[in-house]
């Protein structure tokens, strides 16, 4: 399908990426200047947030990029089945977990979990999700006016020239952005029926979970587990770790992270630490799951849905054995700071280079490889970043935890809300209080959240800030740049802001309260 020449509307747009997801026969569509004769300056194999972001960067730039995804629409795995549907179900579980608390009592009905459906949601989503792939599809050919080649799985032939839809296509570079898939863990029984990963679950659920075991610790198991119980659907968190202890989570701070946990352990979550599941049983589809204690001991818990939220491999096998580039131990591409991988003119980006998997990282990378080819110095440190997870609560966090800090400075200052003092009966504090807390505040004060700032008393420098709440990732974006600069952010500075208040992160009042004094205290 030629579309240079067509001005389609999202409506058109919607219909052209769900027939094309419907029909496997469906032909690619082909948005090409001069029918994608020449040379390009870059081929971006894959469309997901690095190749869109980067190209787009690399044709504002005046650069001539062409874009391949096998899918039929730009963005990637995020709109499809991973952030965005992500987002949908934690919104409804803070939803679902505010009307559960609240059953029965002011306006609220009674908790009908009969009313509530995983399956209808999820229904919801997959109704939906197209609008948002129409829209990436037309702002990336009317506004950012970039060629793509969709619906055609891209093929490497050399570090030049990339096949797809039968067509050959050439370019000056390759920036590789092919993402990574789910990784299951090595369990007997893993492939029956019912065992679903993020993508699976969107792509493929077709009956009702009542009773889930989730695999893992870290922020997918979490968001995932959080949200099926939500639904009113018995929930089982089986971890190596101790929850939020993953490798990625380091900078999780251990007061939030036991806030988080307790919440998680209050609204009935049972939840296994140290355990690992050793078996998924059942005939053709699960019905148990075998699972080994942190004692040794083995369990068979009852389940007819297991979640999996192990982690993700990059996708770099045809790299590696086409152009030879060098991949690490987990199979992802090694790159420097411009993104340049061990072959010339080869460059990689976004899930394919390792974790972080995140959105900044993957858009980043792909401004990064646009800005080095078109001859403009760039490098890109991703190892400091804003990061956040849900639960029924939104949890962000960006820079040190007090445990890091203390191992770092000798005058570590917190400044929390609810404080920390003994036989203080905070559990009568309704703070921290804010859009979507107020009712927690004035009813069950426990569940209106935490936060934590943790200051070096000596050069009164920001060091880390932790939140768990509603409203406050926003925040952590711009707390973020303001910490990392090489001049970072005192608490001087913080406490002169001018908050909105009543505001989700108490961070600007709190400090104003200690800034006057000359040698800090916690508060
Ligand atoms: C976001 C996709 S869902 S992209 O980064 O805008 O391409």
Redo the contacts with the bound molecule.
């Keep these: 399908m030629d579309i240079r020449d067509e001005h389609f509307n999202l409506a058109r747009w919607y219909d052209v990426i769900e027939d094309a997801l419907k029909d496997p026969a469906a032909e690619p569509i082909y948005n090409l200047r001069g029918d994608g004769e020449g040379l390009y300056d870059a081929i971006f194999l894959g469309g ?2 690095g190749g ?2 980067g190209a787009a960067y690399m044709r504002a730039m005046g650069g001539r990029p062409l874009i391949i995804d096998a899918w039929p629409f ?3 795995s ?2 499809h089945q991973a ?2 549907p992500h987002h949908l179900f934690s919104d409804v579980a803070a939803e679902l977990d505010l009307w559960r608390w609240f059953s029965g009592q002011l306006f609220f009905p009674e908790w009908d979990p009969s009313r509530v459906s995983i399956l209808e949601i999820v229904r919801l989503f997959l109704r939906g999700r197209s609008n ?1 792939h129409a829209f ?1 599809n037309w702002q990336t050919k009317e506004q950012l006016d970039v060629e793509y080649v969709l619906n055609a799985a891209g093929r490497l032939v050399d570090a030049n020239t990339v096949r797809a839809g039968g067509r050959m296509f050439r370019a000056r570079n390759l920036v590789l952005g092919m993402g990574a898939q789910p990784r299951p863990p090595e369990v007997p029984g893993i492939d029956k029926r019912g065992v679903f990963d993020f993508a699976t679950l969107v792509e493929e659920l077709d009956y009702e979970p009542r009773r889930c075991v989730v695999i893992g610790g870290g922020k997918t198991a979490l968001e995932y587990g959080s949200f099926f119980h939500a639904t009113g659907c018995d929930t089982t968190i089986v971890s190596r770790s101790p929850l939020m202890r993953t490798p990625s989570l380091h900078h999780v701070d251990e007061d939030l992270r036991r806030y988080v946990v307790d919440g998680i352990h209050k609204r009935g979550i049972d939840v296994r630490e140290g355990a690992e599941p050793v078996a998924i049983l059942g005939g053709d589809r699960v019905e148990q799951v075998r699972i080994r204690l942190a004692g040794g001991e083995l369990l068979e818990v009852d389940a007819d849905f297991v979640f999996v939220g192990t982690g993700e491999t990059p996708n770099s096998s045809e790299a590696r054995q086409i152009l030879g580039v060098a991949v690490g131990s987990r199979e992802e591409i090694m790159v420097d700071k411009s993104m340049r991988t061990s072959v010339p003119n080869v460059y990689a980006i976004g899930d394919l280079i390792g974790p972080p998997m995140e ?1 900044f990282k993957a ?1 980043k990378c792909g401004v990064t490889a646009a800005k080095h080819i078109m001859g403009e110095p760039a490098e890109f440190d991703f190892t400091e970043y804003p990061d956040f997870l849900h639960t029924t609560y939104e949890v962000t966090w960006v820079g040190l935890s007090e445990q890091e800090a203390r191992e770092r400075v000798t005058d570590v200052i917190v400044i929390q809300m609810p404080p920390y003092v003994e036989n203080l009966d905070t559990e009568r504090l309704p703070l921290p209080l804010a859009e979507r807390t107020m009712l927690y505040g004035f009813t069950m004060p426990e569940l209106s959240g935490f936060q934590k700032l943790v200051v070096d008393g000596g050069s009164r420098r920001v060091l880390g800030a932790h939140h768990v709440g509603y409203g406050a990732k926003d925040a952590f974006q711009y707390l973020d740049y303001l910490i990392h600069r090489p001049q970072g952010l005192t608490i001087d500075e913080l406490g002169g802001m001018n908050e909105l208040f009543l505001n989700p992160e108490h961070f600007v009042q709190l400090s104003r309260l200690r800034a006057g004094r000359y040698e800090l205290l916690s508060l």
């Design positions: 997901g947030a869109r972001f730009l963005g990637g995020c709109p952030c965005v948002a990436m959105m858009r």
